[in-house]
T-cell receptor
Framework: DAGVTQSPTHLIKTRGQQVTLRCSPK?????VSWYQQALGQGPQFIFQ???????QRGNFPDRFSGHQFPNYSSELNVNALLLGDSALYLC???????????????FGDGTRLSIL | KQEVTQIPAALSVPEGENLVLNCSFTDSAIYNLQWFRQDPGKGLTSLLLIQSSQREQTSGRLNASLDKSSGRSTLYIAASQPGDSATYLCASSSFGNEKLTFGTGTRLTIIP
């Protein structure tokens, strides 16, 4: 049973460029959340997708956008990259129907994004 | 706005000792409190989830407690092993399985 998979594992970009990160949820899950984890910090919530719509959003600028596909996979897009966007980007999946049943979210191993 | 704090930021203990990691939160209206483990360069592994109506949860050598009135949770690790070395993060959920608010973590090193 495949867990949450993220690609690529590592990515190096320069300031001003754009990047797309990808996430496939755990089998049976239909909800995807994205988090940004700067070095030495805890993850910060970016947004959550269900039924191809953004359901919740954290305190991140519009440069951060996302998409969810009919197969529940998701993309995170970041435009006009800044040095401060360097971080580990984590994807978590869950089941929307279980959101009140105290089931933990499942996390992928993340994409390490470095901005030069 | 929920704020989650973990102290200390780093902890080193000899193998075999019992230890306690601390987590505090400012808003007691939480739905659940979760503890995660993160190995270097890796994602998060869920260890324990405590529902707001519960006081504690146990899994093997791990025991997590929750005191909503004081805004505190603790993770107790018994008979520590070198394999327990990792960063431990706590996170609160305010309503359902929505966004998690994380602390900054405690980096634990078990000395053989």
């Amino acid at each position: 049973d495949a867990g949450v998979t993220q690609s690529p594992t590592h990515l190096i970009k320069t300031r001003g460029q754009q990047v797309t990160l990808r996430c496939s949820p755990k089998s049976g899950h239909d909800t995807v959340s994205w988090y940004q984890q700067a070095l030495g910090q805890g993850p910060q919530f970016i947004f959550q997708y269900y039924e191809e719509e953004e359901r919740q959003r954290g305190n991140f600028p519009d440069r951060f956008s996302g998409h969810q596909f009919p197969n529940y996979s998701s993309e995170l897009n970041v435009n006009a990259l800044l040095l401060g966007d360097s971080a580990l980007y984590l994807c978590a999946s869950s089941s929307w129907g279980d959101r009140y049943s105290n089931q933990p979210q499942h996390f992928g191993d993340g994409t390490r994004l470095s901005i030069l | 706005k929920q704020e989650v704090t973990q102290i200390p930021a780093a902890l080193s203990v000899p193998e075999g000792e019992n230890l306690v990691l601390n987590c505090s939160f400012t808003d007691s209206a939480i739905y659940n409190l979760q503890w995660f483990r993160q190995d270097p360069g890796k994602g998060l592994t869920s260890l324990l989830l405590i529902q707001s109506s519960q006081r504690e949860q146990t899994s093997g050598r791990l025991n997590a407690s929750l005191d909503k009135s004081s805004g505190r949770s603790t993770l107790y690790i018994a008979a520590s092993q070198p394999g327990d070395s990792a960063t431990y993060l706590c996170a609160s959920s305010s309503f359902g399985n929505e966004k998690l608010t994380f602390g900054t973590g405690t980096r634990l090193t078990i000395i053989p």
